[in-house]
């Protein structure tokens, strides 16, 4: 029944469906998996780096976690070469609010505005749907501390704790039964870890594989948003338990 209704994005099935904008999220589901916590003090963001082949060269900068202002931060599943179009957008739009009313924009008003964008290219004909799904962690004076996701379809919603990629289903369950209130960021790091350890399709977790982003007050008020160096998250790894240290020579 599905194959007379999926050509265009902008046509309901029978049952009401939008079959396009299901296969968008279907791609995501193949994707490397995300996970974001809310805590007291900060959000943090834990991305699965997919290795395809041992001959690839190792990207210098992140791939799955991305700067968009000084405030707000996001980690990507999904097609990446679509989630570089929708970050530049936001880049850019927060730097037009900065320009125009000289403060950082509001968490949710810059998750909306993005979302606005995905919803046009499930509602257009001839355009397809954007194949990423994204986890927004980000700091203002109206709400504090903030976690969003968004999926192709353009809803958003906020989290405290949130799964997306593959495994998306297990790693949520996980969290909906280990996630406490007023967690603290040290302990949202180790739910992370241990949450994808337990999801991942990998054997053992390796720094090399993963990448550990936080977004944190600094002492004198700031917001931060720091990439957690291979080094430090293979002692983290290691001091959680998650995986083994390695053997002396």
């Known amino acids: 029944m599905s194959r ?5 994005t902008t046509i309901f099935s029978p ?11 279907e791609a995501i589901g193949n994707a490397g998996s995300a996970i974001g916590i809310l805590s007291k003090d900060g959000v943090v963001l834990v991305g ?4 395809t082949s ?23 599943a999904g097609i ?3 989630a570089n179009i929708l970050i530049n957008t936001a880049r850019v739009q927060a730097q037009r609010y900065t320009f125009s009313y000289q403060e950082p924009m509001p968490v949710e008003q810059l998750v909306q505005s993005l979302c606005d964008t ?8 001839g355009l397809r749907p954007f194949g990423v799904s994204f986890l927004f962690a980000g700091w203002d004076k109206n709400y504090g501390f903030q976690l969003y996701m968004s999926d192709p379809s353009g809803n958003y919603g906020g989290w405290k704790a949130a799964a997306i990629g593959a495994n998306n289903q297990a790693a949520q369950s996980m969290l909906k039964q280990d996630y406490k209130d007023n967690i603290s960021r040290e302990e949202a790091v ?13 054997t053992s977790l390796t720094c090399d594989k ?16 720091e990439v957690c160096t291979p080094d430090a998250l293979s002692k983290l790894l290691v001091k959680y338990g998650v995986t083994q240290p390695p053997a002396e020579a």
Request: charged share 30%.
């Open 15 to 25: 049952e009401g469906r939008l079959y396009q904008v299901e296969y968008a999220m």
């Open 54 to 76: 041992k001959l690839l060269q190792t990207s210098t900068s992140t791939e799955k976690m991305y700067k968009i202002d000084d405030h707000i931060a996001c980690a990507v």
């Open 118 to 125: 995905k919803q046009g290219y499930t509602q257009f004909g």
């Open 4 to 8: 007379r209704y999926d050509s265009r």
């Open 210 to 225: 993963l990448e550990l982003a936080e977004v944190f007050l600094s002492s004198s008020g700031k917001v931060k948003y």
């Open 190 to 202: 180790q739910l992370a870890l241990k949450v994808l350890s337990k999801t991942m399709d990998s």
């Open 48 to 51: 699965e780096k997919k290795v």
């Open 80 to 82: 990446m070469s679509d």
